[in-house]
């Protein structure tokens, strides 16, 4: 069996979707699209709502969260971006990314004004190459 390589400009498909041809360009999939994001529970038992290029999820700490990838990003240098949210907790709530920016995973740490805080409702999303 042979391999080879199909080179393309833009992907169609026949209607499968909304009954009319749709097509996007192949610049935006490699380049526009988010390459990882997550939607997970970050108290008591860590878990994914839902996710894209997840593999796992681990729980290092109060407020501490790793997301661990798929597929890994081509280098560190990606962008990452996340919210927080959880009914009946005062305070000002942010999310720090970049406690540590690796090519397997991205560092989430949870705050409550400056005390690291678990949530209930915790997203991220990166932008990057793939490797």
Sequence with gaps: MANGT??????STSGQISGT??????????YGSAKSWVNFN??????????FNIASLTDTGTGHYDPN?????????????GGISES?????????????YFTSSVKILTKNSTTLTDYQ??????NGDLA
């Design 69 to 81: 990838f798929s597929n890994n990003m081509s280098n560190n240098d990606f962008s990452a971006t």
């Design 88 to 100: 009946g907790v005062g305070g000002e709530a942010t999310i720090a990314l970049g406690d540590g």
């Design 21 to 30: 041809a749709v097509s996007v360009d192949t610049d935006y999939l490699a």
């Design 6 to 11: 199909i080179a393309f400009d833009t992907l």
């Design 42 to 51: 970050g108290t008591g038992t860590i878990a994914s709502r839902d996710s």
């Design 121 to 126: 409702f915790i997203a991220s999303t990166v």
